[in-house]
């Protein structure tokens, strides 16, 4: 299904519209209640545990209309059925409860760190056999692959946005009769479209991006196979890590103007990218969308532009690194991603991705909505931390 031509669901007048609508357009016009006079124009946050008798919907954990209107939102943009869960976390944590005791599961050696570390305590207590690779390509997983139930992809991968060819990586996954989720945290169903290039399960921490305020955490997975969003909604019900209420509606409120946000943020880190290229205090620039990335061709086929996260190394020590994020003033100075604000982090700070082999002096940048100049003035004096 392209998400390009997706109607609107709930909104018949928008779903009668015979042409085709942008992914702009769906962003704000999904997941709408019903036309009606009286209506309220956007889904009502429903605090429900339990509803009455003889409908859809009978506890809590079914689901709840806030929930089932950001799903169709995600949904419509994804070009597939989506269902939400607690967290990202949650939400890889339901597909991996998802293969069977046993399976084997590809990953790359370096995904987001909270995704790898649980893969590796399943393989720890015997549940499931985790393969780990250096780099996820149709060659690797040709042998890796042999046998695979799951094959997850991140890509761009947080925080070394290293990058996975979807399209081919999905056709050796289908030979080895592998499922492939690819996490698309990063990219932004605006920027990616994982199920267009084969995947089975595109996979977003809704806490970023999607939200985009940094006030609320939330995961959906969209699925190319209704069955499988069935089989995720009963994990969901049997596990319990459901979305709260509010949670779902200020998500969707957020992923309205995803559109606008990521192409004001993409256009910001592009130039920040190629400014931060060329500073003498900045050793190595990781960003999709500079000419000079390894992966161009790549980038060029697979995304709608570069994104909105960027890491680069500094000169000098890991301690000088972080003096760049003490002083910088006007971005912030946080873990996590995605929100209106530009934050920062030197993410080797965290013993364990220091172990996982994130350079000493990574700073991984969120960039926000402010105005790029002031950006750059605020990171430029921040990098005289660094000694010449
Ligand atoms: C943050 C993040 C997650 C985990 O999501 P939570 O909402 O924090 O549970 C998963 N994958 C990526 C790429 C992330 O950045």
Redesign the pocket.
């Known amino acids: 299904m392209d998400p390009h031509t997706q109607a609107a669901p709930g909104g018949e007048r928008v779903a009668s519209v015979p042409m085709a609508l942008h992914p702009d357009t769906v962003a704000v016009t999904s997941g709408r209640p019903r036309r009606a006079a009286g209506a309220p124009l956007n889904a009502p946050i429903v605090p429900a545990s339990t509803y009455h008798a003889g409908g859809e919907l009978a506890y809590g954990r079914d689901g709840n209309p806030g929930w089932q209107a950001f799903e169709h939102a995600v949904g419509a943009l994804e070009g597939g059925e989506a269902v939400a869960f607690a967290?990202?976390?949650?939400?890889?944590a339901a597909i991996f409860d998802e293969v069977p005791a046993g399976g084997v599961v590809v990953a790359q050696r370096t995904?987001?760190y909270?995704?790898i570390t649980l893969l590796r305590e399943h393989h720890a207590n015997g549940r499931l056999v985790v393969r780990e690779v250096e780099a996820l390509t149709a060659e690797t997983l040709q042998t890796a692959g042999a046998g695979a139930a799951l094959v997850w992809a991140?890509t761009p991968?947080?925080p070394m946005l290293e990058l996975v060819d979807i399209e081919s990586v999905a056709a050796v996954a289908r030979g080895h009769g592998a499922l492939l989720a690819v996490?698309n945290?990063?990219a932004t169903p605006l920027v990616q479209s994982p199920l267009q290039l084969g995947a089975d399960l595109a996979?977003?921490?809704?806490?970023?991006f999607i939200g985009g305020h940094s006030d609320l955490?939330?995961?959906v997975a969209v699925a190319a196979d209704p069955a499988w969003a069935e089989r995720l909604r009963g994990r969901r019900y049997r596990n319990g890590a459901t979305p709260g209420a509010l949670e779902a509606f200020l998500a969707l409120r957020g992923l309205r103007s995803l559109p606008v946000r990521m192409e004001r943020a993409q256009a910001s880190a592009a130039e920040l990218a190629s400014r931060l290229a060329s500073h003498p205090a900045v050793s190595r620039v990781r960003y999709p969308g500079l000419a000079t990335h390894p992966d161009r061709d790549l980038v060029r086929r697979q995304m709608r532009g570069g994104g909105a996260m960027i890491s680069f190394e500094t000169r000098g020590s890991g301690a000088d690194a972080e003096a760049v994020c003490e002083r910088c003033e006007l971005i912030v100075s946080a873990t996590?991603?995605?929100g209106a604000e530009s934050s920062l982090e030197r993410r080797a700070r965290h013993g364990a991705e220091r172990e996982a082999g994130t350079p000493e002096t990574l700073i991984r940048m969120s960039v926000g909505l402010e105005h790029g100049e002031d950006l750059w003035g605020d990171l430029d004096q921040a990098l005289r931390a660094i000694p010449r």
């Open positions: 967290s990202g976390i949650a939400t890889a995904p987001y909270g995704v991140e991968t947080n996490d945290t990063f996979v977003h921490s809704a806490t970023k955490l939330l995961g996590s991603l995605g």
